[in-house]
């Protein structure tokens, strides 16, 4: 946990930071990235969440394969603004899944996960840039992305393959900042393939950082 492999951010958080945040507000996430001008290749990055219970079962995921989560009354729970699959030089593309905590809440959720995937193509370190965040909006038909809006805003770095940045825990109504990334597999990374990961990695950390 040295702090010197923290993720650049536009606020400073040590790992561990607990963050109190308003259920008043939609949460949305955003992922966006670069390759670079000469890179060769296509590189496919997803913005998911995974939602677990209290006792860390799934509860269903928000992601490039299953774009809106419902629950049993079929009202949106969570919604990804589309999968991108490249994002060519110099414009780069951008994905946003947008979480209703009160219908979270109801439909048994206790965690969500935010999940940053190298699909396929380069590392993190390699792209141009590449930065993700959220954002707390006060009107889910607003404008897609509100700088005045903006919260939090990191940078992806490194190799790795999985990046989990943060978990928001609804029943304590709190953001638990992690900032920690998992070697995952070379492609084909997504919430799915990272479920063992996220179960292990994520309430262990927060068991850890919680005894201070």
């Not at 109190?20 to 590189?43: A, I, Q």
């Not at 380069?122 to 840039?129: A, T």
């Not at 607003?142 to 919260?151: I, K, L, N, S």
């Not at 609804?170 to 393939?193: C, K, M, P, R």
Request: hydrophobic residues 40%.
């Amino acid at each position: 946990f040295n702090e010197r492999t923290a993720s650049r951010a536009a606020v400073a958080l040590t790992r561990g930071s607990v963050v109190k945040v308003p259920r008043d507000r939609v949460v949305r996430m955003f992922l966006h990235w670069c390759e670079p001008e000469k890179g060769g290749y296509r590189t496919d990055i997803d913005l998911s969440v995974g939602f677990y219970s209290r006792g860390w079962q799934e509860r269903g995921v928000c992601s490039y394969y299953n774009l809106k989560l419902l629950d049993s009354r079929g009202l949106t729970v969570a919604v990804s603004g589309g999968d991108k699959t490249s994002a060519p030089f110099p414009d780069g593309s951008s994905e946003l899944i947008d979480l209703d905590w009160g219908l979270a809440r109801a439909h048994g959720i206790r965690y969500a996960v935010m999940v940053v995937n190298n699909y396929a193509g380069m590392p993190f370190s390699q792209l141009d840039r590449g930065f993700a965040g959220l954002m707390l909006c006060s009107d889910a038909m607003g404008p897609h992305f509100d700088p005045r809006a903006v919260e939090l805003k990191f940078d992806l770095q490194g190799e790795n393959g999985i990046f989990l940045p943060l978990v928001f825990d609804l029943e304590e109504q709190v953001l638990h900042w992690l900032d920690v990334y998992s070697a995952g597999e070379l492609i084909f990374n997504n919430v799915a393939t990272s479920t063992r990961a996220i179960t292990r990695i994520c309430p262990t950390l927060i068991d850890y950082f919680a005894t201070g």
